[in-house]
C-alpha cells in the first residue's frame, strides 16, 4: 500500500510510515542466531547445574582423581583454543577478501576441532575399559551428558566448517558465505567458552575434590 492509497483510506499516518522503515539483508538470520546460541546456554547452563548436584555421588565408583587424566584434558584444551585462534584469521581473512586463504584457515581450524574430537573419545574409551561408565554412578552420568554434549556440538561445527569450505570454494565470499561464517564464528568461540567452564568446573574441581 503506497502513501497516496493510504491517505485516501483514512489510515492514519503511523500506519502506512511503517513500510518507509529499511530491513537490512541478513538481520533476521543474526536475530535468530542469537536466539539460538541463548537457548544453548540454558541447556549447559541445565548440564551445569545438573553436574554440581550431582558431581559428588561416586556411589564407591571411581572418582575424578581415579579416571581423569589431567595432562591429556589440558592438551584437549589447547586443541580447542588453537582452533579459535586459527579461525580468527580465517575472519581476517575473509575481511580481506581473500577466498583461498579463509579456506585454508578454516581447514586448520577443522583439524584441531577433530583432534579435540579424537583426544575426547580416547577418554571416553580408556574410562569405560577400566568400567567407568555413566550407569556406573551418578557423577559419570553427569560427566558424559556435560561432556558429551558439548563433544557433540563440535561435531556439529567440524561438519558446519567443512560445509563452509566446500560453499566459499563454489561461490566465494559472497555476502550470504560471509553471514555463515559470521554466525559460524559465533557458535565456535560459544564452545570455547563452554569448554573452559568445563575444563574449571569439571577437570580442575573435581580433582580437587
Known sequence: ??????TTAGLPPRFYDLEEHDHPEGSSTMLGFWIYLMSDCLIFAILFACFAVLGGNYAAGPSPRDVFELPLVALNTAMLLFSSITYGFSMLAMRAGRPGLTRVWLAV?????LAFLTIELHEFTHMISIGATPQRSAFLSAFFTLVGTHGLHVTFGVI????MIVQVGRHGLIAANQRRLMCLSLFWHFLDIIWIGVFTFVYLMGMLR
Do not use: E, H, P, R
Open 1 to 6: 500500500m503506497t502513501t497516496d492509497t493510504a
Open 109 to 113: 581450524t577443522a583439524a584441531f576441532g
Open 160 to 163: 558446519w566448517i567443512v560445509t
